[in-house]
């Protein structure tokens, strides 16, 4: 075996170093070796990440004594697979005791160079704190997979997401720095913002663009509003997370006629970050390629945890193979995905969710025995003709019967829209397999997400979990 390039834990890399300018790999080797090898390097490190959790946290020694396990004890996947899941109240009540980062730090905090956080919209929000040597690392990887989806030293690379405790902008970014890109961290979310976008990306004509799918959509259509065909913007590479999107059919398609770019999906949990270690490349465009070198992604059974076979579904859980600073050793992310191992057309050799991550366990619609993903509605209406390009889920009980409406922007006039409920709900209906009834609502009506979409309105809170 040759040596993989650059593999220690902890993790430092030459940070003079870039590729040969045509290769298609950061690096050759570690991309497109013999999984099996790949994966027997992977154990061992998984060892060693264990070893230094258990030598520096209080949090995982406790919760691996609790069931009688040693870092010495991971000498097989299998083993591995029992080591107990991290779930994010775990974390939050490590953070109520050991305000404000938890017992899971893992370095001294001077070693703390950001600190980011969850939007703690709903319950408390949960502090991350990055080491300045990860931080670092985080841009090296970022830099790599930026580097697999054809980003280049020179290239501009045009960020339209919040920079606030949202870690998404802030990994593009430290990505695009790295690889010597000319970054243009334009931000989102405020006042008259997007249609600002629209003229700075038809100044600049970025090569690379990075940002919510739900966020691209809105873009395209202000740029439509001021009269400006997205196409000339001369974007080529669109790269998305935060929100199932780039890897939903009829989503990837809008965006990619909207912009004439390729849509690329990546992204797995802020705590994860370097978060883009599930990423399609530029060879293999669609799905998510799991760089299972830079994070060990497993696909798990949402019950037992153990790994579920390549074609079946499961919830991917995660674990770091380089942070040293509250590092995530199997972080169960409560998500929904489908993994495979295929030839990749690029030639790196990791497994690949074919449909992205669908959607999260909790945000699944329980409806009269049937279980409805969101983003199949959204898929679904994008296909509908009239369609206007925005809608809600509501779920309400009446009398003993839930019921399941769909109120959906139309383009048509107002007495025209009969047929296009009718059809709709049929549609739906034969799809889901549950009676939807839509309701109309006229274009550009309802609220567009700058971040990422909420749109389920479950009004029977109390049978949810
Ligand atoms: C489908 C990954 C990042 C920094 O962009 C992010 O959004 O992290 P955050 O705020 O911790 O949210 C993570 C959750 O967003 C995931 O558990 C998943 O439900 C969703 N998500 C992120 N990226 C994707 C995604 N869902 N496809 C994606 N590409």
Redesign the pocket.
Known sequence: MTRMEDWHFPAAYDQSYLPDPLSPYWFPHRETMDPEERNAAVLERLREVMEYAYATSPFYRRTWDAVDLEPADITSFEAFEQVPVVTKDEMRASQHDHPPFGDYLCVDESEIHHIHG?SGTTGMPTAFAIGRRDWQVIADNHARILWGMGVRPGDTVFVAALFSL???SW?ALAGAERLHCRSLPFGAGAQGMTARAVTWLARTRPKAFYATPSYALRLAEVAEQEKIDPREFGLQVMF????????VPTVRRAIEDAFGATVI???????M?P?MS?SATAGTPDG?LLWQDIVWHEVCDPTTFRTVPFGAEGTPVYTHLERTSQPMIRLA???LTRWVMEDNPCGRTYPKLPD?????IDDMIHIRGENVYPTEVDNYLRSVEHYGGEHRIVVRRTGSMDEMIVRAECTLADGQRAEFERRTGAGLQSLLGVRVTVESVDADTLERAEH?SRRVVDEREHTRR
């Not at 999906?265 to 705590?271: F, H, N, P």
């Open positions: 969850t949202y870690l998404g990994g998305f997370s935060g929100e199932p999107g780039a890897s999906d990546c992204g797995t949990m802020a705590e970050t978060f599930a998510m992310s409560n998500d992205g991550v669908y959607g999260r990422k």
